[in-house]
C-alpha cells in the first residue's frame, strides 16, 4: 500500500489519502495512511473542509497517521479569530480606508490558541467541527456533528456541543500500553503483518508483535 497515491480504493474515488493532498502546504504535517470520505469533491479537503488557515498567522496543522475523517468535518484554525481584548471584535483593520491606521496585529496573535494537533489513530465523524488550537490524542473518536473546543485525551469518545468525553474506549492501564506500543509508528510491513493483533483485542498479542 502506498500513502502518497490520492486515491487508495479505485472502485470508491470519493476516498483520499490526505498526505498527497497536503504537498506543497507549509503549515501542514499529513502522516501516512490518513484519509478522508466525501461523495462529492474529496481532493479539495484542504480547501474546503480545512477554513482560516493564513500562512500570516503562521499555526499548523498536523494529522497523525491511520486517521478516518468523514464527509464535511471542518477544522477552523486562528485565522477565524477576532481579537477580543478590545471593546469591540469588528476586524476593522481588513477594510482599509484609513480603519487599518494604528491597529496593531500582536493584539489578535497574543489570541492565537497554537497548533491544531489530531493524533494518530483518529476517527472524526461526519460533519463535526474541530476548533482552533485543540490536540486530539492517539485513537480518540469524535461523533458526528460534535463541536470539539477543548483537548481530546487519547482512546477518549467524545459528543455534543461542546464535546464532552462519553466514555474511555479502554481503562487506563491498557491505553498507557497502547500509547507505548504506537503501533502507527511500525514499519509498514510489520503492521502488515499483525493486521489481527492491531485490529484485535488481545493486547499481549499486540505487545508480543512489537
Same mark, same amino acid.
Request: hydrophobic letters at 45%.
Given at each position: 500500500?502506498?500513502?502518497?497515491?490520492?486515491?487508495?480504493?479505485?472502485?470508491?474515488?470519493?476516498?483520499v489519502f490526505?498526505?498527497?493532498?497536503?504537498?506543497?502546504?507549509?503549515?501542514?504535517?499529513? #502522516?501516512? &495512511?490518513?484519509?478522508?470520505?466525501?461523495?462529492?469533491?474529496?481532493?479539495?479537503?484542504?480547501?474546503?473542509?480545512?477554513?482560516?488557515?493564513?500562512?500570516?498567522?503562521? $499555526?499548523?496543522?498536523?494529522? +497523525?497517521? &491511520?486517521?478516518?475523517?468523514?464527509?464535511?468535518?471542518?477544522?477552523?484554525?486562528? +485565522?477565524?479569530?477576532?481579537?477580543?481584548?478590545?471593546?469591540?471584535?469588528?476586524?476593522?483593520?481588513?477594510? #482599509?480606508?484609513?480603519?487599518? $491606521?494604528?491597529?496593531?496585529?500582536?493584539?489578535?496573535?497574543?489570541?492565537?490558541?497554537?497548533?491544531?494537533?489530531?493524533?494518530?489513530?483518529?476517527?472524526?465523524?461526519?460533519? %463535526?467541527?474541530?476548533?482552533?488550537?485543540?490536540?486530539? +490524542?492517539?485513537?480518540? *473518536?469524535?461523533?458526528?456533528? @460534535?463541536?470539539?473546543?477543548?483537548?481530546?485525551?487519547?482512546?477518549?469518545?467524545? @459528543?455534543?456541543?461542546? @464535546?464532552?468525553?462519553?466514555?474511555?474506549?479502554?481503562d487506563d492501564?491498557?491505553?498507557?500500553?497502547? !500509547?507505548?506500543? %504506537?503501533?502507527?509508528?511500525?514499519?509498514?510491513?510489520? *503492521?502488515?503483518?499483525?493486521?489481527? %493483533?492491531?485490529?484485535?483485542?488481545? !493486547?499481549?498479542? !499486540?505487545?508480543?508483535?512489537?
Open positions: 500500500m502506498n500513502p502518497d497515491i490520492l486515491q487508495p480504493v479505485p472502485a470508491h474515488p470519493r476516498i490526505l498526505r498527497p493532498l497536503a504537498a506543497g502546504r507549509a503549515n501542514v504535517d499529513v #502522516g501516512p &495512511f490518513s484519509y478522508y470520505d466525501d461523495p462529492a469533491t474529496p481532493e479539495r479537503f484542504f480547501d474546503d473542509n480545512l477554513l482560516h488557515h493564513f500562512d500570516f498567522v503562521g $499555526d499548523r496543522l498536523r494529522i +497523525g497517521a &491511520f486517521c478516518a475523517f468523514a464527509t464535511g468535518i471542518r477544522i477552523v484554525m486562528n +485565522g477565524a479569530n477576532h481579537a477580543m481584548g478590545g471593546f469591540s471584535t469588528f476586524p476593522f483593520n481588513i477594510f #482599509g480606508h484609513g480603519w487599518e $491606521d494604528g491597529f496593531d496585529p500582536a493584539t489578535s496573535a497574543a489570541e492565537n490558541r497554537g497548533d491544531t494537533v489530531i493524533g494518530p489513530d483518529v476517527w472524526i465523524g461526519s460533519e %463535526a467541527w474541530i476548533m482552533p488550537g485543540v490536540t486530539i +490524542g492517539a485513537g480518540a *473518536i469524535v461523533a458526528a456533528k @460534535a463541536v470539539v473546543t477543548h483537548d481530546v485525551p487519547p482512546y477518549s469518545v467524545v @459528543a455534543g456541543n461542546p @464535546a464532552r468525553e462519553v466514555r474511555r474506549r479502554f492501564p491498557t491505553i498507557a500500553r497502547l !500509547l507505548d506500543i %504506537a503501533w502507527w509508528d511500525w514499519p509498514v510491513d510489520r *503492521i502488515s503483518r499483525n493486521l489481527n %493483533a492491531i485490529r484485535g483485542a488481545d !493486547l499481549a498479542a !499486540l505487545e508480543t508483535a512489537r
